[in-house]
């Protein structure tokens, strides 16, 4: 979708430069926007469903025959609760959809980092990163699943980050992302409030999905290349702080 992160990252890493395979789950392919994406950053479409293995397996071979190479860079920006889809308070969950959540939300982060490491798609210094939210860390009453998804994501990211540096001096790395406006965020229940008090927690405001692009474009460039297996806050602030200016003047009677 034209909101997406991902679409935002697509755009800017063309603009540095960069050539590189856009995929999507087949079932997202239907609504044929990321034609249009395709189009504009000269990029092939290869479908694949992130918790599947041989989807997978098929789309880093054929990222690397298309590419003519190995990967320098991979973006996870891949988020789904079939709970929150569905309403599902937190102490009403559906356990199978719960495990969904994970799959696809977080262990397909693990199958991505395998697969590749398996068919040694990755260059050296190359650069993964997988997009999370401070859920991980702190209670949201309306993220329930993901919350754990995000924290699981996270940990992934420290452990094959110290894994796959070791063993091939890849970068491995998660962006912790303030709210934004895109299909995925705009489903969590009261998304409104919680993008507001964010914004006004934030001294810098929170950060947008092109904004999260750039950090993206730098967190693939060299110039990152001792970072691993790290958190990276990107929220303009609200992390670090306890109140700010813009909540006292809203708070005060
Ligand atoms: N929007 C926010 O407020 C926010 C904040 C912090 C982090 N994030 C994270 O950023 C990432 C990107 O989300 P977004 O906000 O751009 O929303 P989005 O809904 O545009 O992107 C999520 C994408 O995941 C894809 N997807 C779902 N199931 C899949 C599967 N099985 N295989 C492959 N792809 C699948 C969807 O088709 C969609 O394109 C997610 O990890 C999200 O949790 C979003």
Known sequence: M?????????????????????????????????????????????????????????????SMEVLGGKLDFVLHSIGMSPNIRKGKAYGDMNYEWYLKTLDISALSFHK??????????????GSVVALSYIAAQRAYPDYTDMAQAKAMLESIARSYGQRYGSLKKVRV???????????????????????????????????????????????FSDYTRMVTMQNLMHDGGFSSSGITYDLVERLSK
């Open 112 to 125: 991505v980092l395998q697969t590749s490491e398996k068919l040694d798609a990755m260059n050296e210094w």
């Open 173 to 219: 790395n998660t962006i912790s992302q303030s709210p934004t406006k895109t299909t995925a965020g705009t489903g969590i229940a009261g998304f409104d409030v919680f993008f507001d008090f964010a914004q006004m927690m934030s001294p810098l405001g929170n950060a947008s999905a092109e904004d999260c692009a750039n950090y993206i474009a730098v967190m």
């Open 2 to 62: 034209k909101n997406s992160i991902a679409w935002k990252t697509a755009l800017k890493i063309k603009e540095e430069g960069g050539q590189f395979t856009l995929t999507n789950a087949p079932i997202a392919m239907r609504l044929g926007t990321i034609n249009q994406l395709a189009k504009a950053c000269n990029a092939e479409v290869i479908p694949a469903d992130a918790t599947s293995e041989a989807d997978l397996t098929n789309l880093f071979t054929k």
